[in-house]
Antibody, heavy 118, light 106 residues
């Protein structure tokens, strides 16, 4: 049973960067394909990017290309999502999720609230 | 990008009723359609994957079907804990888009 625990809430100013962590337990990170999904207040779910097992690399939604970096530390089994040049519309809850059968996300972190405000 | 359109956007129902939520996609595929349930302040929870496969631990009153561009999530007999928001998601082609959500209210 995989368990994902994310880092705590962040408050950032416009133009700053944020790095959210996602600690994996129950499995090793090398056994998982991790993805990141965000949800703005009162809005739906938005896929940001994740590991593509076929390409064996990270793919990003075009909307975030050049502004987001997803990395992994296999020694600590921790995944990271860093988002740069933050804007007020980046205010959202950010989730990590583990990919399962047919590309579904069967395990989710608890979410990290990121607030961007001057 | 594959567009996902859920209907209805919200629905009111009573305990014991049967409800169906529809997800229409802008591109046809068969098995890469997933359904999630989300309650306020909580992370989404996987209910159905690959169109019709029930995730382990999910009650059998949840079922999924469909192919092509039309998919459905059915809850056969609503229970109090089922009142939540439901999202479909396609995992056929990146970006892996979600529907806008269907809010199920009492």
């Amino acid at each position: 049973q995989v368990h994902l625990v994310q880092s705590g809430a962040e408050v950032k100013k416009p133009g700053a960067s944020v790095k959210v962590s996602c600690k994996v337990s129950g499995f090793t990170l090398t056994e998982l394909a991790m993805h990141w999904v965000r949800q703005a207040p009162g809005k739906g779910l938005e896929w940001m990017g994740g590991f593509d097992p076929e390409d064996k690399g990270v793919i990003y939604a075009q909307k975030f290309q050049g502004r987001v970096t997803m990395t992994e530390d296999t020694f600590t089994d921790t995944a990271y999502m860093e988002l740069n040049s933050l804007r007020s519309d980046d205010t959202a809850v950010y989730y990590c999720a583990a990919e399962g059968s047919s590309g579904s996300y069967y395990s989710w972190g608890q979410g990290t609230r990121v607030t961007v405000s001057s | 990008d594959i567009q996902m359109t859920q209907s209805p956007s919200s629905v009111s129902a009573a305990v014991g009723e049967r409800i169906t939520i529809t997800c229409r996609t802008s591109q046809a595929f068969s098995t890469y359609l997933n359904w999630y349930q989300q309650k306020p302040g909580k992370a989404p929870k996987l209910l159905i994957y690959a169109t019709s496969s029930l995730q382990s631990g999910v009650p059998s009153r949840f079922s999924g079907s469909g192919s092509g561009t039309d998919f459905t999530l059915t809850i056969s007999s609503l229970q109090p804990e089922d009142f939540a928001t439901y999202y479909c998601q396609q995992s056929y082609s990146a970006p892996y888009t979600f529907g806008q959500g269907t809010r199920l209210e009492i």
